[in-house]
């Protein structure tokens, strides 16, 4: 099974999806499919990009210093994210 | 905060702005909202539109709106797509689609990263032309048919929702469906020449019913440029940005680098500076007076007390200015009838723009050509030299 978010699975932003920081986190566009994404914390968006340099997802939450009660949000934005394509995942 | 106040405060750079790239168009649409027709001979030359790209790269904008004018006219535009799209600037060009040849359309299936958006006002060449003129309808949909040979995908066929059109919803989606287009619907606002027509020509009230729920109905399926969030009072948001971005989120540089608020606002009250200024767009984004202005947490008005204007936040600033009415009351078009109350009770005349390039219009402007251009030699019956 491939389909869903899968944090123990190692993930990363497609060459065609970029990022803007801005003060509320971030807007991310994909070339691709023209569609715009809002990251609404700049939390998310720094476990966004320790997404590249981590093993699993898991671990990148871990090192942007995601607290245990901060991680079911930012895992929940991060399906949402997989779903729309923002992130994909990539080989370990 | 939530998103949409961080909007309306300003970002550091537009999400996506748009760019009149000429002023000069082969045809003259009655509700042109640039007022197009002759080129302006202070237009942006090849290398200071390619300056212009590489500060919008710097900013990380995603991508242009392209438009005029009719901007294929100019003889750099698809060197200047290629520039953008070269230095991480996606394109969306608007055309009415006389020059997208069988070549072109072969050029622009290879081409990443840039959308055509074919202009359409009607479904059929009788409701389409009298608005933008004759043969036009033949001219767009012969550049849809070459796109959709051509292979190009999603193509979008731009439609700006008129009394006259609101009909023909869905026989414009028949007509993009046969050319693997994509809808795009978008609202009339009385901006450039539209501010003469768009009593005669904007939706009633019953209408802009209509298309809520058709447009409610089809979700993202069909693109809407975020316009009609003025009508989220109606029932709940339609999918998008629901807010006037002007200054805020978006802008407009015109074909001589003028930076306005919004591309329904050119006029000199949106007037926010020049990219030909020291410290180029950068500057007059991040600093000028009037988008200053246009951030600050705004006083609503009239609006602030009724139950809606969370929903639509006083609706379009443009739509506002161009029909006469304050820019802290409610939309002309707003679903509760007080805008239609104003409009009602308005008195004198609406703001016209003084930046106009129309070739010679119906209006009459005497002495661009001749001092007998304009007049109706033949008859002299009253009001056959009007429109």
Redesign the interface.
Known sequence: MNDGFDERRAWALPPTVSLRTEPFGALAYDFESRRLSFLKHPLLVRVVEALPGAATAAEACAAAGVSEGQRPPILRALAELAERGMIVERAA | ?K?VD?FARG???P?CLTWELTYACNLACVHCLSSSGRRDPRELSTDECQAVIDELERM?V??VNIGGGEPTVRRDFWELVDYATAH?I?VKFSTNGSRITPDRAAWLADS??V?VQVSLDGATAEVNDRVRGAGSWEMAVTALERLHVAGVENAKLSVVVTRENVSQLDEFERLADRYGAQLRITRLRPSGRAVDVWDELHPTAEQQQVLYHWLLARGEQVLTGDSFFHLSPLGGELPGLNLCGAGRVVCLIDPVGDVYACPFAIHEAFHAGNVREPGGFVHVWRESELFTELRAPGAGGACTSCGFYDSCRGGCMAAKFFTGLPLDGPDPECVLGHGEELLAARAGEVPHSSVDHSRLTPRGRDCDESPLAGLDLVSMAAGSAKR
């Open positions: 905060m998103l961080q970002l550091d750079a999400i990380q995603f991508y991480h996606g990443n990263y959308d």
